[in-house]
């Protein structure tokens, strides 16, 4: 069976079609930067390993 022809100048639907605009993703604030999030982490592990190599040199 062959496809039906389209009068020139339209375009045949099609399926995933980009001709529509996609709606801009709102940003995700500070959830969206992991490197603020592993600096927090390496920053607090610092300060706890600091904190027990105190108490070792106090001894």
């Given amino acids: ?6 009068p020139p100048g339209e375009t045949p639907p099609a399926e ?11 940003d995700g604030g500070i959830w969206e930067h992991p490197r603020f999030w592993l600096a927090l982490i390496v920053i607090g592990c610092l300060l706890v390993a600091a904190f027990f190599a105190v108490r070792f040199v106090d001894l």
Avoid: I, K, N, R
């Fill in 1 to 6: 069976m062959t496809d039906a022809l389209h």
């Fill in 16 to 26: 995933g079609s980009t001709a529509e605009a996609h709606p801009e993703q709102p």
